[in-house]
């Protein structure tokens, strides 16, 4: 049973072009939300997150927007660069034996930016 | 500036063997955690550590052990290896909590099992 669901495994953008990556979730507990970018061959590196007590959060190219009703959060990107291209992931911590460092993954979705 | 160092990078495995992923890291950390990934899938949590000396399973730690005698280390074994276990791993470490997204993670093994 899926807590942290990413639908699209993959999304193809034009350069310069907005590129809005999705990620629904089930269990109304999670309080914060984070995207993590992956390359291939290396680990997950840290992208933006969001607490609950906000609906949007803003870093440079990067939003991301939390809609607690829906259950729904997305990632957008303007402009996409081609450097952008990547294996995007979104997570939210998860309370295991009281510690909250632990994440729980969506599957990821793909993003390919075309120059 | 090494951050989290996984090692071996790649390793092919015949079933019923036993092997060891090394991880360290050097920023003082106090959480360690394995996570594995599988095809297409998210990252699943094998096992955590909130410090040296204590150590606590995860989503998935069946086929797998941890120790963490030291801050830097967390190696993760494997005993009886299966082809089920055939994954890409990732050693991580954070300060405290995810929260603040503060997780750092290693570059990832490739384990297969045949």
């Known amino acids: 049973d899926q807590q942290v669901k990413q639908n699209s495994p993959s999304l193809s953008v034009q350069e310069g072009r907005i590129s809005i990556l999705n990620c629904d979730y089930t269990?109304?507990?999670?309080?914060?939300f984070l995207w993590y970018k992956k390359y291939p061959a290396e680990g997950p590196t840290f992208l933006i997150s969001i607490s609950s007590i906000k609906d949007k959060n803003e870093d440079g190219r990067f939003t991301v927007f939390l809609n607690k009703s829906a259950k729904h959060l997305s990632l957008h990107i303007v402009p996409s660069q081609p450097g952008d291209s990547a294996v995007y992931f979104c997570a939210a911590p998860i309370n295991y034996g009281g510690s909250q460092g632990n994440l729980i993954f969506g599957k990821g979705t793909k993003l390919s930016v075309k120059p | 500036n090494a951050g989290v160092t996984q090692t071996p990078k790649f390793r092919i495995l015949k079933i019923g063997q036993s092997m060891t992923l090394q991880c360290t890291q050097d920023?003082?950390?106090?959480?360690m955690y394995w996570y594995r990934q599988d095809p297409g899938m998210g990252l699943k949590l094998i096992y955590y550590s909130v410090g040296a000396g204590i150590t606590d399973k995860g989503e998935v730690p069946n086929g797998y052990n941890v120790s963490r005698s030291t801050t830097e280390d967390f190696p993760l074994r494997l005993e009886l290896a299966a082809p089920s276990q055939t994954s890409v791993y990732f050693c991580a470490s954070s300060y405290m909590t995810a929260v603040g997204g503060t997780i750092y993670f290693g570059e990832g093994s490739w384990l297969t099992v045949v």
């Open positions: 920023m003082n950390h106090n959480y």
């Open positions: 269990n109304s507990m999670f309080d914060y």
